[in-house]
């Protein structure tokens, strides 16, 4: 409910120890509740110290107190007061606009439904258990034509290429406009290859796999080796994944822990942050060993 505006000195020192004698002298020195509630704490002490000394007010001790605590409480009144006004006018409009849109929401609520529905569908296998999710990549050796709507490793390592070309070309733009170039393959270079229209690459699918890329260009012989066994096993290529963890780690460790040394001195992958995760087990096989 809306607060009771106070519109007198009696409703404004209600219940705060002030006597009628003392409000009566507060009135006859021309003060308001307007004038009162808008002052600061010294200028109200002052006001208090010029009754007491020059008006020869009589003030009680409670008083003293009791007419700074009842202003207080007025400005915390009123500042309460105007943050409610402002929710209800803000939940007023937001409840107009939701009524207005409603209908458009409700058929796009129906429409995602039934995609998602459709989602499902398409995750369940014949006998109505789900199965995990596909790949976009296919387990593939070094030359393997892969057709249909899977990749081959040659294709996802060629796109960490065509990063790099896109870094040199925000780093070309970036000194021509004057400001600090890239040094890394950021969101800036995410966004100018959408821009450019290749939109197909994308920040979570180029971190996803960045390790993988860093053992194809440290050791491209054992990548491609580690590729051709789960190739002839059949794996997806999440397992392919998660396999190109532990040659990086022996190759951290061979290099006194340095992984982002390793990711530096080398031209190609030295534009390219060390995942978090190969910086996790590399810190957890150092403590194993006790290095």
Request: net charge positive.
């Given at each position: 409910?809306?607060?009771?505006?106070?519109?007198?000195?009696?409703?404004?020192?209600?219940?705060?120890?002030?006597?009628?004698?003392?409000?009566?002298?507060?009135?006859?020195?021309?003060?308001?509740?307007?004038?009162?509630?808008?002052?600061?704490?010294?200028?109200l002490d002052d006001v208090i110290q010029t009754m007491v000394e020059n008006f020869h007010i009589e003030l009680l001790f409670g008083e003293r107190y009791g007419l700074k605590a009842a202003v207080r409480a007025e400005k915390k009144a009123i500042e309460d007061e105007t943050e409610?006004?402002?929710?209800?006018?803000?939940?007023?409009?937001?409840?107009?606009?939701?009524?207005?849109?409603?209908?458009?929401?409700?058929?796009?609520?129906?429409?995602?439904?039934?995609?998602?529905?459709?989602?499902?569908?398409?995750?369940?296998?014949?006998?109505?258990?789900?199965?995990?999710?596909?790949?976009?990549?296919?387990?593939?050796?070094?030359?393997?034509?892969?057709?249909?709507?899977?990749?081959?490793?040659?294709?996802?390592?060629?796109?960490?290429?065509?990063?790099?070309?896109?870094?040199?070309?925000?780093?070309?733009?970036?000194?021509?406009?004057?400001?600090?170039?890239?040094?890394?393959?950021?969101?800036?270079?995410?966004?100018?290859?959408?821009?450019?229209?290749?939109?197909?690459?994308?920040?979570?699918?180029?971190?996803?796999?960045?390790?993988?890329?860093?053992?194809?260009?440290?050791?491209?012989?054992?990548?491609?080796?580690?590729?051709?066994?789960?190739?002839?096993?059949?794996?997806?290529?999440?397992?392919?994944?998660?396999?190109?963890?532990?040659?990086?780690?022996?190759?951290a460790r061979a290099n006194g822990w340095d992984i982002e040394g390793l990711f530096n001195r080398n031209e190609r992958l030295r534009i390219w942050y060390v995942p978090t995760k190969l910086r996790q087990l590399c810190h957890a096989e150092r403590i194993k060993h006790g290095e």
């Amino acid at each position: 409910m809306p607060r009771r505006e106070t519109r007198t000195l009696e409703d404004l020192f209600d219940n705060y120890g002030v006597r009628h004698q003392t409000l009566a002298k507060i009135s006859d020195m021309g003060f308001t509740v307007n004038t009162l509630i808008r002052m600061t704490e010294q200028e109200l002490d002052d006001v208090i110290q010029t009754m007491v000394e020059n008006f020869h007010i009589e003030l009680l001790f409670g008083e003293r107190y009791g007419l700074k605590a009842a202003v207080r409480a007025e400005k915390k009144a009123i500042e309460d007061e105007t943050e409610r006004q402002r929710t209800m006018s803000f939940s007023s409009k937001s409840e107009k606009k939701r009524r207005l849109e409603g209908g458009p929401l409700v058929a796009l609520k129906e429409v995602g439904k039934k995609k998602q529905k459709r989602r499902r569908l398409k995750e369940l296998g014949e006998d109505g258990e789900d199965r995990p999710r596909e790949h976009p990549f296919i387990v593939s050796e070094p030359g393997d034509i892969v057709r249909g709507k899977k990749n081959g490793l040659d294709y996802l390592f060629d796109l960490y290429e065509q990063c790099g070309k896109f870094l040199e070309q925000c780093q070309q733009i970036s000194k021509e406009k004057g400001e600090k170039c890239p040094m890394k393959v950021t969101n800036q270079v995410f966004r100018y290859a959408k821009y450019t229209g290749a939109g197909y690459i994308n920040k979570p699918k180029m971190r996803h796999y960045v390790h993988c890329y860093a053992l194809h260009c440290l050791d491209t012989e054992q990548s491609n080796a580690i590729r051709k066994v789960y190739k002839e096993r059949g794996e997806n290529v999440g397992a392919w994944r998660q396999a190109c963890y532990l040659p990086l780690v022996s190759m951290a460790r061979a290099n006194g822990w340095d992984i982002e040394g390793l990711f530096n001195r080398n031209e190609r992958l030295r534009i390219w942050y060390v995942p978090t995760k190969l910086r996790q087990l590399c810190h957890a096989e150092r403590i194993k060993h006790g290095e």
